[in-house]
């Protein structure tokens, strides 16, 4: 039912035929109904009078119910479309951007109170105004050439700032998006222009460089000054040495100078770092091997340790950076304090790799050595207890093998973003 609904209603070709079918059906077998019951001249033509006044009646209250229908219809229309309209002209008016359209030939064809507002023209003014009226003249060429680019198609739309002038000469910096309208031609047949002022953004913009320039420079301040309290305390743990006599209290201002040398060097890639949380761990650890390797090479018998190092780049997070250094420097310290007075070609090994998001960390040397001092299981030196303790925070896993005279420590954990010190000392 409702699809035949549907097709009498928006189908006045079918109704037609249809009135057309009935009225050629009633004409035809009316007349011999009508033949067929009467046999009086004057009834016939009184029935045949009666008849046609009837067909007369009934097509025009279908013409009346037709043209009623139709006028309900464009009724309903006309009040959608200007409902519409008005809703359109309300949007267009009151939005909080400016909206124009204008031709290609830059003919304004309309604009909303918000751009007249935002210029401070009057409409009929802004209409008559041309592009160099309110446009900084070194934004002119490169707008024209992006509307010639819509024009030709080779964009949907675009969005540049540009800055614009008010009437009372003051400039402002804005936003501009603009697209084409084709109405199946291939040149548009107008462009349409959103415009949004965009000063209180330029403003917060301005205020935050400034401040992250503020932060930055208090940031090197403080880097600054971490460098130089870590310089003093190296120097005094030298004072401290060069005025004792006991070698034990030595080796321990002399061991904790190089844990200290090692988080200065953390501390100097991070400085050098460029804004980012993270430091060049294979740049870093050629560093820290270098300064072990100039520090011990003065030792009697330790000038002829060969050091051959493999480090490749390896971005490693900060905050993973300072316990795989510390580890590393004490594996390092632990290697160079083994005897190699013997030993024909004394080397030291220190590699690092990455597979997938797992870093790999080797030191290996042949030189002969306590094993008290490479137990991983119950360490007995502090060295060794920084290791394991190191090892530990990095979630990771620490194995020592031996082959060939060698003995090889390998350090295995994932590279992750470490959120805050996560110290475990």
Known sequence: ???IKTILKNSPFIIALVYILIGAVWIQYSDQSVLAYFDDPKMITWVQSLKGWFFVLVSGVMVYALVWKNNSLLSEAFDKLSKSRDEFKATFEYAPVGIAHHKPNENWIQVNQTLCDMLGYTREELLTLNFEDFIHPKDLTKGRTLD????DQKHPFFKIQKRYRRKDGTYFPGLVSKSAVFNGEEKPAYLVVMLEDITEQKEAEKALKKSLKAKETLLAEIHHRVRNNLALISALFDLQAMCT?????HAILHDSKMRLKCLALVHESYADAEKTSHINFGDYLNQLVEFVYDTFKKEQGKNKIKLKADLPDLNL???????????????LLNAYLNSFDDITEPIIEVGIEQEGEQVILTISDNGEKSSADYNLEKPESLGMLLVKTLTAQ????????????KTSFELRFQKRDAKGPSSAL
Do not use: F
């Open 1 to 3: 039912m409702d699809r």
């Open 148 to 151: 010639q680019e819509l024009a």
């Open 245 to 249: 006599k006991n070698e034990n209290v």
């Open 317 to 331: 997070n900060i905050n993973q950076a300072v316990p795989a250094g510390l580890l590393c420097n004490e594996l």
């Open 394 to 405: 990095l979630n990771g896993t620490l194995s020592a093998t031996e082959q060939d005279k």
